[in-house]
T-cell receptor, first 114, second 112 residues
Framework: DSGVTQTPKHLITATGQRVTLRCSPR?????VYWYQQSLDQGLQFLIQ???????AKGNILERFSAQQFPDLHSELNLSSLELGDSALYFC?????????????FGPGTRLTVL | GENVEQHPSTLSVQEGDSAVIKCTYS??????FPWYKQELGKGPQLIID?????GEKKDQRIAVTLNKTAKHFSLHITETQPEDSAVYFC???????????FGTGTRLQVTL
């Protein structure tokens, strides 16, 4: 158990809908990272927050947004969902702001868009 | 941006044999190279990492080597066991982009 929690475990929704994925980092970690894992794209970095502020941005679509709250939990919002958004979404956390600190991954949320 | 290539995509070895997975990266500014193991239904877990100022690092049956000149790094697992069966990902961290770029993964199967 990495200490990172993600909810829900599974999410099934329809095209055009909006969903919110939630992540709680390990106790003491200030950074939260979001990744998308699909069969054809592998693990893709989406975005990082450090202590409430956006720190780094990867291949995140404009339809996606994220935020980190004062209690350090984070939410990833996916809107206008398309079939191609079906994937595993992982949250990871680390102590520091730099990505070369060990990142601890949560168990993931499996999103299915029908 | 950074591009990480990983080979092979699948690897089958007999229990007790060694396994080697290789990765190459494109950005010479990358300075941190972690390896993750992902078991079925779980998130990736860091198993070993190496920084650019080190050529080799070992942790029990696992070792990683880095060749900065050639821009490649490798994971070596000795005396493989069935519980080593998983998908392994290499990654490279580039400070300028502040992100980890992952390889496409290697599915390792250790057979009895």
């Amino acid at each position: 158990d990495s200490g990172v929690t993600q909810t829900p475990k599974h999410l099934i929704t329809a095209t055009g809908q909006r969903v919110t994925l939630r992540c709680s980092p390990r106790s003491g970690d200030l950074s939260v990272y979001w990744y998308q894992q699909s069969l054809d794209q592998g693990l893709q970095f989406l975005i990082q927050y450090y202590n409430g502020e956006e720190r780094a941005k990867g291949n995140i679509l404009e339809r996606f947004s994220a935020q980190q709250f004062p209690d350090l939990h984070s939410e990833l919002n996916l809107s206008s969902l398309e079939l191609g958004d079906s994937a595993l979404y992982f949250c990871a956390s680390s102590v520091g702001a730099k990505g070369y600190n060990e990142q601890f991954f949560g168990p993931g949320t499996r999103l299915t868009v029908l | 941006g950074e591009n990480v290539e990983q080979h092979p995509s699948t690897l089958s070895v007999q229990e007790g044999d060694s396994a080697v997975i290789k990765c190459t990266y494109s950005d010479s500014a990358s300075n941190y190279f972690p390896w993750y193991k992902q078991e079925l239904g779980k998130g990736p877990q860091l198993i070993i990492d190496i920084r650019s100022n080190v050529g080799e690092k070992k942790d029990q049956r696992i070792a990683v080597t880095l060749n900065k000149t050639a821009k490649h790094f490798s994971l070596h697992i000795t005396e493989t066991q069935p519980e080593d069966s998983a998908v392994y990902f290499c990654a490279a961290y580039t400070g300028t982009a502040s992100k980890l770029t992952f390889g496409t993964g290697t599915r390792l199967q250790v057979t009895l």
